[in-house]
T-cell receptor, first 113, second 110 residues
Framework: KAGVTQTPRYLIKTRGQQVTLSCSPISGHRSVSWYQQTPGQGLQFLFEYFSETQRNKGNFPGRFSGRQFSNSRSEMNVSTLELGDSALYLC????????????FGPGTRLLVL | GEDVEQSLFLSVREGDSSVINCTYTDSSSTYLYWYKQEPGAGLQLLTYIFSNMDMKQDQRLTVLLNKKDKHLSLRIADTQTGDSAIYFCAESHGAGKSTFGDGTTLTVKP
């Protein structure tokens, strides 16, 4: 099976812009989670989607949003970018019907200037 | 609360065993994980242990779980230079959410 894929891999934006990141889960995995990784805060949970519904949400401002499509692909959007949003954004998928083991994609590295 | 703690650095000689330790707080976690991250890459799932197990062995990897003390360890036997990376301990909270430690940077010297 192909692994989790994320696009784009690298992105440079300026403050105030918005960005959309995409994640395609492993085939058959209906849950997609998003995490932000920064040197200062480590890995932090953003949100999780299952069957097109957000089931869980971390402590991030409303500028961070996401959605999931019927084919389980997910997108996350960050509006009004701030310098502090520069990070590696990781997506993970798992199959809730089997076991709760998340598999991660390679990440999207976002740099906000 | 949800908190996972690990030591930040570990240095070993090639061929030695490495032991990375972790403590967690959520006693209701059903799964505990070890992930490996190499420079510029995502997280690679190394192994996991279900909360009703005390030990799990997978080739060179041995995971020990002490639920009473909420302590998890990862032992890598015959450590190689290719094992140099950052290792993350994580606990599962269900519904796709895991809490991660800050990672242990393992350096393997030839």
């Amino acid at each position: 099976k192909a692994g989790v894929t994320q696009t784009p891999r690298y992105l440079i934006k300026t403050r105030g812009q918005q960005v959309t990141l995409s994640c395609s889960p492993i085939s058959g995995h209906r849950s997609v989670s998003w995490y932000q990784q920064t040197p200062g805060q480590g890995l932090q949970f953003l949100f999780e989607y299952f069957s097109e519904t957000q089931r869980n949400k971390g402590n991030f401002p409303g500028r961070f949003s996401g959605r999931q499509f019927s084919n389980s692909r997910s997108e996350m959007n960050v509006s009004t970018l701030e310098l502090g949003d520069s990070a590696l954004y990781l997506c993970a998928s798992y199959d809730p019907g089997r076991q709760e083991t998340q598999y991660f994609g390679p990440g999207t590295r976002l740099l906000v200037l | 609360g949800e908190d996972v703690e690990q030591s930040l650095f570990l240095s070993v000689r090639e061929g030695d065993s490495s032991v990375i330790n972790c403590t967690y707080t959520d006693s209701s976690s059903t799964y505990l994980y070890w992930y490996k991250q190499e420079p510029g890459a995502g997280l690679q799932l190394l192994t996991y242990i279900f909360s009703n197990m005390d030990m799990k062995q997978d080739q060179r990897l041995t995971v020990l779980l002490n639920k009473k003390d909420k302590h998890l360890s990862l032992r890598i036997a015959d450590t190689q230079t290719g094992d140099s990376a950052i290792y993350f301990c994580a606990e599962s909270h269900g519904a796709g959410k895991s809490t991660f430690g800050d990672g242990t940077t393992l350096t393997v010297k030839p």
